[in-house]
């Protein structure tokens, strides 16, 4: 299994850090579920913008399970940046409705070729995304809307999450913030499916032992699309 860069430590500044031995784990996590280090989930593909192409880019995502946030984060390098893009419990759930939304969609032929209309059609949520160019970088924080839609691309309908650009965070006094970068993920319908079975939360709780749960799922490549056969 790849590994992008797991465990974080510059993550932990933000997220999982503890200001003192004594502190009280349930008040500084009120959506804790488990006192317990992150752990990998699985790792899923999707495709991403090219740059300077119009052509996609497949790329390997790792998703983490962070028990005290209760979310799971995308790991993935794109662009020459390491991102973590966080999902909680009830974005998760919106991602996999959302995509029950498109399939029905797509096996009705509804499909419109307007990305303008469709990139939100099936609603947005708020997530939470850490970057930096390298492991022992700066760590910076931002809180950008996601939108999920899908879109057509290479001739093909493309389920997919688009997350907005949003002004950096937790900025020391003075200090001038920069915006992420808006970065949009396309996903075939097996390559979604893959993404809400690590998504799903009595799995992401079996890995921590206190639950029976399935083990993480293979990635599911596929090697072709056609307009209406995924």
């Given at each position: 299994m790849k590994r992008f860069?797991?465990?974080?430590a510059a993550g932990a500044v933000i997220f999982l850090s503890l200001?003192?031995?004594?502190?009280?784990?349930?008040?500084?996590?009120?959506?804790?579920?488990?006192?317990?280090?992150p752990v990998s989930a699985g790792v899923i593909e999707a495709e991403f913008d090219r740059m300077f192409s119009s052509k996609l880019n497949k790329v390997e995502i790792e998703v983490v399970f962070y028990p005290r946030?209760?979310?799971?984060?995308?790991?993935?390098?794109?662009?020459?940046?390491?991102y973590r893009q966080f999902w909680d419990e009830a974005s998760r759930k919106m991602f996999a409705d959302a995509?029950?939304?498109?399939?029905?969609?797509?096996?009705a032929r509804n499909l419109v070729n307007k990305y303008n209309?469709?990139?939100k059609i099936y609603g947005k949520?708020?997530?939470?995304?850490?970057?930096?160019?390298f492991k022992l970088a700066k760590t910076?924080?931002?809180?950008?809307?996601?939108?999920?839609?899908?879109?057509?691309?290479?001739?093909?309908?493309?389920?997919?999450?688009?997350?907005?650009?949003?002004?950096?965070?937790?900025?020391?006094?003075?200090?001038?913030?920069t915006e992420s970068q808006r970065i949009?993920?396309?996903f075939t319908r097996s390559q979604a499916d893959d993404l809400v079975r690590l998504f799903d939360q009595q799995y992401l709780m079996g890995l921590l032992g206190g639950q029976d749960g399935e083990k993480p799922m293979e990635p599911l490549v596929m090697d072709e699309y056609s307009e209406f056969d995924d």
């Open positions: 860069f797991f465990p974080i200001s003192c031995a004594t502190a009280d784990p349930a008040k500084k996590y009120p959506n804790m579920v488990a006192n317990v280090d946030l209760n979310a799971a984060a995308l790991e993935f390098r794109h662009e020459f940046l390491n995509l029950e939304r498109y399939k029905t969609d797509y096996e209309r469709t990139r949520t708020k997530g939470r995304l850490e970057w930096e160019a910076r924080v931002s809180s950008p809307t996601i939108e999920l839609g899908y879109r057509f691309r290479e001739n093909s309908p493309f389920f997919s999450a688009n997350m907005r650009s949003a002004l950096e965070e937790e900025l020391g006094s003075g200090e001038k913030g949009a993920m396309y």
